[in-house]
């Protein structure tokens, strides 16, 4: 089925798109931030001066003992705790999107089949390249045989539409609670650290790194918004397909299933974040615009 290919390859180059954009966003971040405080310990012990100066940990730490007497074993250990920690979010994000992917898939091939639906001669059905080709199979006349095979074929449609669907509500369920969980600490964190980079605008180390933490936050909130707009679409296009199929041409007992695939192809698949926002560019862009509304409120009063 060379529509289902060319979906997949497409679909396949997003999904290292995005997989690659969420490992690079939050590596980079991390190094960004604990580079800075690692490198001017490194020209400390290259470089000893004569006078003693407190060093300092990549963010701040209070671990009940003198952290100046035991700073390297500390230093490492949050050194550590931190990549984990990056590493357990590029993690997660990775495995929302790949799920998510899933989903796409189904809907796809849900797309697919509805727009193929006429087609009986799986030859023929391998054979198109293009849409042109679909436009020339319009008109055609179904012998009884045959139109016992479109109602099955459109019913097989049916049941895969309702795995898809399944399958999108568990994606949902699944990540629902930790999306909300994360858009708000991703709020909380871009707001604060956007204060922070521009309190620091005087020192160039500190600014680059409060500033890469706060673009991450924004790249976060995108990486976990996008999945669900890409679903979205995914659910628009299945229901093209089925306004776009040859229904005209089905035999009469198909018209009643028909008009319920089309009813309930109006019905989107959603990931949303606890049910009180859809995961889409729109969402991303409200989010972005109250971030940037709850900086400028804090910024008056800092």
Not at 177 to 205: R, Y
Not at 213 to 221: N, S, V
Request: glycine share 2%; hydrophobic share 45%; net charge positive.
């Amino acid at each position: 089925m060379p529509v289902c290919v060319s979906d997949s390859k497409s679909g396949l180059f997003l999904l290292i798109l995005q997989f690659y954009n969420s490992k690079t966003y939050v590596y980079v971040t991390v190094v960004a931030y604990i580079t800075i405080p690692a490198v001017s310990l490194t020209f400390d012990l290259i470089r000893p001066s004569n006078y003693s100066q407190e060093k300092s940990f990549p963010i701040e730490l209070d671990y009940g003992v003198d952290t100046q007497q035991y700073f390297y074993y500390l230093f490492v250990h949050s050194y550590v705790t931190i990549a984990i920690i990056a590493n357990l979010i590029a993690s997660c994000d990775t495995t929302y999107m790949l799920y998510a992917q899933h989903a796409y898939a189904l809907f796809a091939i849900v797309s697919f089949e509805l727009r193929t639906v006429h087609i009986l001669d799986t030859n023929v059905l391998m054979k198109l390249k293009d849409r042109r080709l679909l436009e020339m199979r319009k008109n055609i006349e179904l012998l009884s045989g045959e139109q016992k095979q479109m109602h099955s074929k459109l019913f097989l449609c049916i049941k895969e539409h309702q795995n898809a669907i399944k399958y999108s509500k568990l994606v949902e369920s699944l990540f629902t609670k930790s999306i909300f969980a994360q858009l708000f600490f991703n709020v909380v964190c871009l707001t604060i650290a956007g204060v922070e980079t521009v309190m620091k605008l005087g020192n160039a180390a500190d600014m680059i790194r409060f500033g890469s933490f706060t673009f991450a936050q924004a790249i976060h909130i995108f990486v976990l918004c996008l999945p669900g707009q890409r679903l979205l679409n995914h659910n628009e296009e299945v229901h093209a397909a089925a306004c776009e199929a040859m229904w005209y041409i089905f035999p009469k007992n198909c018209h009643n299933t028909y008009k319920f695939l089309l009813a309930r192809t109006s019905a989107f698949s959603k990931i949303t974040a606890l049910k009180m926002a859809t995961m889409s560019m729109e969402t991303f862009l409200a989010i972005i615009q109250s971030a940037m509304s709850y900086f400028t409120v804090l910024s008056s009063v800092t």
